[in-house]
């Protein structure tokens, strides 16, 4: 089996990338990052910047920082979630703030579902 189409500058070769190893922490082992060389000296920063953010998020963890969010059966990291769900509840406040949201039973649901829970008394039944 001849592998020459696969050579780099064949018509299906992997295109070629720049690569770095980037130590977050003394006590784990380094992370390669690979870039594009397409990319500008301030792209070029500002990915390795990024990655080195995202492993501070998950110290101690060995596997690589991009695949993190797509693992195991696409499970998403708690932590994105919850940053996810207080930037919907504060847009929902502010909204409610401004006045942006009118409708009287929607500003209902909304209070209930920012500030309490489902047991307050305030939303209990009508006797």
Avoid: C
């Avoid at 696969?6 to 070769?13: M, N, Q, V, Y």
């Amino acid at each position: 089996m001849s592998w020459t189409a696969l050579a780099p500058g064949g018509p299906f070769s992997f295109p070629r990338v720049l690569g770095t190893y980037l130590q977050v922490s003394a006590t784990t082992e380094p992370l390669r990052v690979e870039v594009f060389p397409d990319l500008g000296a301030d792209q070029l920063h500002e990915a390795a910047s990024r990655v080195y953010r995202y492993a501070q998020l998950l110290p101690g963890y060995g596997f690589p920082v991009g695949l993190d969010i797509a693992d195991k059966f696409a499970h998403v990291p708690s932590w994105l979630t919850d940053a996810y769900g207080k930037m919907i509840k504060l847009h929902l406040a502010t909204s409610l703030q401004t006045g942006e949201i009118s409708d009287e039973a929607l500003r209902k649901i909304i209070v209930q579902a920012i500030y309490l829970t489902n047991r307050d008394w305030l939303f209990r039944p009508d006797a």
